[in-house]
């Protein structure tokens, strides 16, 4: 990978994978293994703008279940 990012090889063709997935469980066969097609979410990311007359505001938190939201960033600019 870190050849392909400081472009020293070029991308190789792969043959085509066949995957079979179970509908009931979402679980995905195929020559290279198994996994899982969805996975329970542990946290969210939550953005919200508010715009007025003279002033925007943006804040993001972060929830992960079962716990209380922390805010990861916040910004507001004046429009003067």
């Known amino acids: 990978m870190k050849e392909l990012e400081e472009c020293v090889v070029k991308p190789v063709a792969r043959d085509a994978v066949t995957v079979t997935v179970n509908n009931r ?6 020559s290279n293994g198994k996994f899982s097609m969805c996975l329970k979410p542990n946290s969210q990311r939550h953005t919200g703008l508010d715009q007025r007359h003279h002033n925007f505001a943006m804040v993001a938190t972060d929830r992960e279940i079962g ?11 004046s429009g003067g």
């Open 25 to 30: 469980d979402l679980l995905a066969e195929s």
């Open 67 to 77: 716990n209380s939201p922390v805010v990861v960033a916040a910004e507001s600019s």
